[in-house]
């Protein structure tokens, strides 16, 4: 299958469009998410596979992956070929492996890793859906990055308030300011494969208003 619900929902939050269908002051951007992008992304195919893989401990070595089905694109035909790129199992466990060889009968693939993959894991046709599913995972851990930095303390000394443009947040805040103009990156370049407006950064554009540090 493509796009979920839930990663539809997750892509317009994450590009700022609401989430909520009833009332949503962007109806048509709405329906472009539910008719468009979750329709027509370019969908590799994807199947599972349960063949248990040890981690190597370092370099990648062959495998060789029992799958439960041939995986097939939106228009119903097989879509893997020896050559493909292929991305097994989901988030930390995640590996991309070009699929060095191919049996349809079994059907199997031959595929390096080096990561340890058990129980029913999946494995997707690299294309649209695969590299949207990509960024999410990406911008998803890079917020969870950025929650680390949280401040728990409070001012330090009333006169110790300083206001600072924001091109030099990154010399005031450091590894959390870095890292919060990669997640910028990483959704506007998410909106621009998808062809939408990043609306966060319309409505919050970099460099408007000053930025409040406290110390």
């Known amino acids: ?32 998410f539910e008719t468009i992008i979750k329709q027509y992304v370019e969908f590799g195919g994807e199947t599972t596979s349960s063949t248990a893989v040890t981690a190597t401990g370092g370099d990648p070595e062959v495998v060789t992956l029992t799958l439960a089905a041939m995986p ?40 390096m890793l080096a990561l340890g993959h058990t129980g029913t894991y999946r494995v997707m046709v690299d294309g649209g859906v695969a590299m949207v599913r990509e960024k999410l995972f990406y911008i998803r851990e890079l917020t969870e990055q950025i929650q680390t930095y949280a401040p728990t303390g409070g001012v330090k000394k009333a006169d110790e ?28 370049e998410l909106a621009d494969f998808l ?21």
């Open 72 to 111: 097939v694109d939106s228009d119903g035909n097989q879509s893997l070929q020896s050559g493909d790129r292929v991305i097994v199992d989901v988030d930390s466990l995640t590996e991309k492996a070009t699929v060095r060889a191919i049996n349809t009968v079994t059907p199997s693939i031959d595929v």
């Open 195 to 215: 062809g939408v407006a990043y609306l966060r950064a319309i409505r919050h554009p970099q460099g408007a208003g000053g930025q409040m540090v406290v110390y």
């Open 161 to 188: 308030v300083e206001f600072h443009a924001p091109k030099d947040m990154s010399k005031v805040l450091g590894p959390a300011f870095i890292t919060w103009e990669q997640r910028e990156k990483e959704r506007a």
């Open 1 to 32: 299958m493509g796009l979920s619900n839930n990663e539809v929902v997750r892509l317009r939050a994450e590009l700022g469009y609401d989430a909520v269908q009833v009332a949503n002051p962007y109806l048509t951007a709405y329906a472009l």
